[in-house]
């Protein structure tokens, strides 16, 4: 008896056994590869399936055992190192391996319909048909004609064939006598080109020099390079060389930084196939993207987060962008890192890899320093302009219009006389973060979480930035019926009206996701403001990433102070990293640049440090504290959470959980809590973690190991959902 044992897509944390499909036959079963779709009965529902391996026996009785529905494909549609990093994930995640290899997959593949081939079906001549001497071609003049084209072409598709009045029956002779054979066109030319790159200065030839020192297989690189000092360039000579040997490259880009202006300049560069992937495809563009990565017709593959797990035919070389930006985190089901996913790719394809950031996170810097990262170095920018100046702009005591000092609005007025742009960041979008009564102080609260509400004035909403709620902006208190509501603090609607009405002549752009829906209208704007005439541009984080404004010469943070106080540990990171991405963007050109920080903090160490100290020696003194602390990278975090609409029962669960794996816990790992999430309620749930706290990444992988075993069995009543999160960004 053969049993097949299958990943299926489901929470449960386990295989799945099946008998093959009925009238299979006993050598068919035994050469079917691993990873393979199968359709399969499960509950009442049919699913798809995908086939670990076939075994001799299994746990679960023979009677009730059902077979598989249907064998969906004849070989594995992805290569079998991409199994292997999904065995790996499930392990290191703790995540159901099914909705690990879920995740593979695009959606008509995971619904179980076949795959369509890329590209058009063709002919093309083989091996034998190649090697044919002219003599000894076919005496059929029609032969001897697809054999000539098919010598011209290499391979042409079957259509175009019939134009040149090849009939199918000729090509079925020729296929008989093992001169020519069915294959697909992709569409695309199999070739890639590179256009000449640029001059590499000292720096970029060094880690340039480097990376290619180190050969074909795995290695590790990080290149930590100042915003605007030519790492794209080095990317883009590593992916031409990459080209050359004929094998693909992937690179990640964090989910906003994938404009259409990074791709421009890789099209610029390359004649080549570029599979683009991202959250803003339909499915049918991302399972094109997908095939034309898998059968290899895209040479270069670029895309966000789930990227990492596109299949290749021949991967060569790995690049990861942004290494330390927080959206190749998975927030949520599969909690993931794309950044250490890629790195075990690259060490399971024996491939190398780059990290690259002006800011890379301690985690990289860790890294290279105990020797596993190799580390190059680019601390002058590549084009003409300097490094802007920063200072900060003590506000204590000065009047604030829209949250703009008056020496801030002058140097707006200064920039812009002189012809060039400014950026204001201001990191909260809507009106006001707050709408509070004058008369009895009520304050309008989110129902479903512990948060307030943001007033929205252009749409006359009060929004929660939480759960999503929306409400109408109320004339009066529902208190006290006064209609003296205050819209207290501020938001980028707010500054924006400031500005429009206070340089009424230029151009005023506010950049937030109200303002701005998707990546055309952030390329239509993008292109506006590349013609550099003056203008202010106001916005979020939206604006700090991926895109280049060479005209703009001065960046103001309108409230530095929002950053100064956060309770992750994570937050000076996180504060030094953001400040010198918004800082990066002055000064890209010829202009010189100058950032302007508004605080009520001049003598924060946190904000001295961003003035005197590059961020590469601020991450270093970071990172001291952090060893110090014994806090990741030096030690490991393991985060459980439970969310639940019984605000006592999650803290149970984890109680009850605690206190059964506490006595087990490998040395030096220790339990905090269970504690209620810093917001505990959160779209009407109420949301309380677990921390384990470890020395080393094994102890805590067994401590996680253990959590999981334990928590399994559980009785999860009152519609408690738990999920654990290896390596958590957020803590608080
Ligand atoms: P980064 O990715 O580090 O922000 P880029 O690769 O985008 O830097 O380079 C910043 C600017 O400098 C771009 O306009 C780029 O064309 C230019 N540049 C990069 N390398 C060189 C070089 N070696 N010589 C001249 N200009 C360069
Ligand atoms: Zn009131
Ligand atoms: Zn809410």
Redesign the pocket.
Known sequence: MSVLRLAIPSPLRRTFDYLPPEGMSQARVDSLQPGVRLRVPFGSRELTGYLLEVCAESAVEAAALKPALALLDETPLVEPQLLQLCHWAARYYHHPLGEVYGTLFPKRLREGKPQQPPGTPGWQLTARGKGLPEEALPRSARQAQAVGLLRQQARVAGAELKNHGISSAVLRSLQEKRLIEPCMISGHSLFAEARPG????DE?AAALQSFTAAGAGFSCHLLE??????????YLQLIAACLQREQQALVLVPEIGLTPQTLARFEQRFAATIAVLHSGLTDAERYRAWEDARSGAAQIVIGTRSAIFTPLARPGLFIVDEEHDGSYKQQDGFRYSARDVAVKRAQIHDCPILL?S?TPSLESIHNAQAGRYRHQQ?TR???SGGMPEIRALDVRKQALQAGLSDTLVAAVEQTLQQGQQVLLFLNRRGYAPTLQCHDCGWIAECRACDARLTVHRRRRRLRCHHCGASAVLHRQCPQCHSERLLAAGLGTEQTEDFLRARFEQWPVHRVDSDSIHGRDAMQALADEVNRGEPCILLGTQMLTKGH?FPAVSLVAVIDADALLFSADFRGEERMAQLLTQVA?RAG?AELAGSVLLQTHYPDHPALVAMLHTSYADQARSLLRQRQAAGLPPAGHLVLLRTDCPNAEYGEQFLQTLRQRCAPHLPAGASLIGPLPSPMQRRAGKYRCQLLLTAPDRRSAQAAAGLLVANAEPLPTRQGLNWSIDVDPLEVF
């Open positions: 640029l001059a590499l200065n970029q390079g100042v915003t605007g000092s030519g790492k794209t360039e080095i690259g002006a680019l920018r590549a084009s280049h990066g890209r």
